[in-house]
Nanobody, 115 residues
């Protein structure tokens, strides 16, 4: 059974930092491409960042230089370090992977950035 269990998130002032974690089970994490998405109220879920099995990363333009995606294969966990947070980063954040031709999602974590 594939599971993605998230932790982290919360309320932070603009300019602050938060770290999200996503622990996986039921997949061969070492070869899985992992990603983070976010969904602001009333908007669609959008791509934020991804990391491939070889550690190659890519980011949406709005978070480049502020967010860092990383992985720990020993822990089967992917992280999203978010620095210099802005009010517009406020959203529900979801980790995601594709395994067995299906998309799997974490339960979501609310991130609220106050001005």
């Amino acid at each position: 059974q594939v599971r993605l269990v998230q932790s982290g998130g919360g309320l932070v002032q603009a300019g602050g930092s938060l770290r999200l974690s996503c622990r996986t089970s039921g997949i061969n994490f070492k070869i899985a491409r992992m990603a983070w998405f976010r969904q602001a109220p009333g908007k669609e879920r959008d791509f934020v960042a991804a990391i491939s099995r070889d550690g190659t990363t890519n980011y949406t333009d709005s978070v480049k230089g502020r967010f860092t995606i990383s992985r720990n294969n020993a822990w089967n966990t992917v992280f999203l370090q978010m620095n210099s947070l802005k009010v517009e980063d406020t959203a529900d954040y979801y980790c995601q992977t594709t395994w067995g031709s299906l998309n799997w999602w974490g339960q979501g974590a609310q991130v609220t950035v106050s001005s």
